[in-house]
């Protein structure tokens, strides 16, 4: 992977803008939290649960349309431009005094990231023009989401040892000034190829229902989205079960980020997995492993040990599911404009949550979370058998793989 950054400097750039980005909207995640104990005392984490409800809302509602708007525009002038944006919300949050304005500045915030991700996605395919490299680029892509999720709030909890909380924004804006420094200096290519008649607003999202490979690929992206509700949304109530002190919530997440983590060198690293780089084989057993993992779970989380075991597998399984989605997506595209199509399983994969998080948490509460596990699973095995299902001939146009 390291190779690829030294061969492609334009990319390393872009890289370091994502790198840059993510901490800042790590430490801003940190940053609200605080702000909403400030604001609203006990009803704390009723208005950070209206946040990331906002939150995914933008995602699913404005991303394709954004992407739509911005489809004919330099890929430099939306990056800094959504840059700029999370700047300005970043630096006016510490100002708010009511509960609204926290709301309004989150869906402005998350609108922009809406726009940043998508395009930036969309880029990649164009400055790596190798399949290998390409692939290379995703797992590091999903290394360093994975890497952001423990380095951020450590960096924050170190900020906080000497500064006031709601100087964690102003940390949070440096990280994208970063980003829109490192994509000036990366100089990207100029606007993608016009948008087809066909890619009107929504188009990318209505995309997904009209060909059988992206609807299998929403299946994926469904198994990942029940991955991740039961880490972020059982977690503490398992550790608690097992008698986990609460340093184990993040012990056994961050077990899960680094299974995630070896998921994503086991891509990069084609001749390891079946179908040497062919993704759908890559994400068909990712998708077996979520599901299988879930459906145990449900019977071996009464030790620390299995926790561990069973989350590690889980951000394994997940891995190897998101991973390898871009090459799909690239060979699915057939000249349409990369970005309008990534925008659309941005909203898509990000609509799934809607579904698993509230199921996640309503069995979890109600029930048990181990059986809130098996629930999780039987999605997951769902997903997974129709995606195993055998297709008809050219519903999946192959991949280049590379030796």
């Known amino acids: ?141 999903r290394v360093a989401y994975d890497a952001e999720a423990v380095v951020s709030p450590s960096l924050a909890a170190l900020a906080l040892l000497v500064v006031d909380a709601r100087a964690l924004f102003v940390l949070a804006g440096a990280g994208f000034v970063g980003s829109a420094v490192a994509v000036l200096l990366a100089r990207p290519p100029g606007a993608a190829p016009p948008v087809r008649d066909d890619d009107r607003v929504g188009g990318g999202f209505v995309e997904f229902l009209r060909r059988s490979a992206l609807r299998r690929l929403l299946l994926l992206d469904l198994v990942v989205a029940c991955a991740y509700a039961a880490a972020l949304v059982l977690t503490p109530t398992l550790v608690d079960d097992v008698g986990g002190a609460e340093a184990g919530v993040g012990v056994v997440l961050a077990v899960f980020g680094a299974g995630s983590v070896v998921g994503a060198l086991l891509v990069s690293r084609a001749g390891w997995l079946p179908g040497r780089g062919d993704p759908w084989s890559t994400m068909r057993l990712g998708a077996v492993v979520v599901a299988v993992t879930l459906l145990a779970g449900g019977a071996a989380v009464g030790s620390t040990a299995g926790l561990v075991v069973l989350w590690a597998l889980l951000g394994l399984g997940s891995s190897l599911v998101l991973t390898p989605s871009g090459q799909v997506l690239r060979a699915q595209a057939e000249g349409r404009t990369l970005s309008v199509l990534f925008a659309g399983h941005f909203a898509w994969s990000h609509a799934c949550y809607l579904l698993t998080y509230p199921l996640a948490g309503l069995v979890g509460v109600q029930v048990s979370p181990a059986l809130a596990l098996v629930a999780l699973g039987g999605v997951a095995l769902v997903a997974a058998v129709v995606v195993l299902t055998p297709r008809r001939a050219g519903s999946e146009e192959p991949v280049p793989a590379t030796q």
């Not at 349309?65 to 510490?94: E, Q």
């Open 1 to 141: 992977m390291l190779t690829t950054l030294r061969r492609h400097p334009t990319y390393a750039r872009l890289f370091a803008a994502q790198l840059s980005g993510l901490l800042g909207t790590g430490v801003l995640t940190v940053a609200l939290a605080l702000l909403a104990a400030d604001l609203a005392g006990p009803r704390a984490a009723g208005v950070l649960a209206t946040a990331l409800t906002v939150k995914i809302a933008a995602y699913v509602v404005l991303s394709p349309w954004i992407a739509r708007v911005t489809a004919g525009w330099a890929p430099l002038r939306v990056l800094v431009g959504a840059d700029v944006v999370r700047v300005a919300v970043a630096l006016a949050l510490p100002l708010v005094d009511a509960t609204w304005q926290v709301y309004l500045l989150v869906l402005v915030l998350q609108a922009s990231s809406a726009g940043f991700t998508p395009a930036y996605q969309a880029l990649l395919p164009r400055v790596l023009g190798d399949e290998g490299d390409y692939r290379q680029a995703l797992s590091l892509s």
